[in-house]
């Protein structure tokens, strides 16, 4: 596309312009895909934290538990 816009460009005497355009569609693209992995990863970093966190809670609880049994 990029070569395309270049070359049409080249020919109508308006290269800045049309390097503009491509440079705004390249932004757009980068943005997209920038906001797609954010989405993707914003719920998997919630389930990560998630394990963590019942990992040290599993941790404390567990000699707690067999602390109590002992005792009885």
Do not use: K, W
Request: proline content about 3%.
């Amino acid at each position: 596309m990029m070569c395309h816009m270049v070359a049409v460009g080249e020919r109508s005497g308006q290269l800045e312009s049309m390097l503009e355009n491509v440079a705004g569609a390249y932004e757009r693209d980068v943005e997209v895909e920038v906001n797609r992995m954010t989405t993707l990863l914003s719920p998997l970093m919630i389930v990560v934290m998630a394990v963590g966190v019942a990992f040290i809670v599993f941790s404390v609880i567990t000699p707690i538990m067999d602390m109590q049994q002992f005792i009885n």
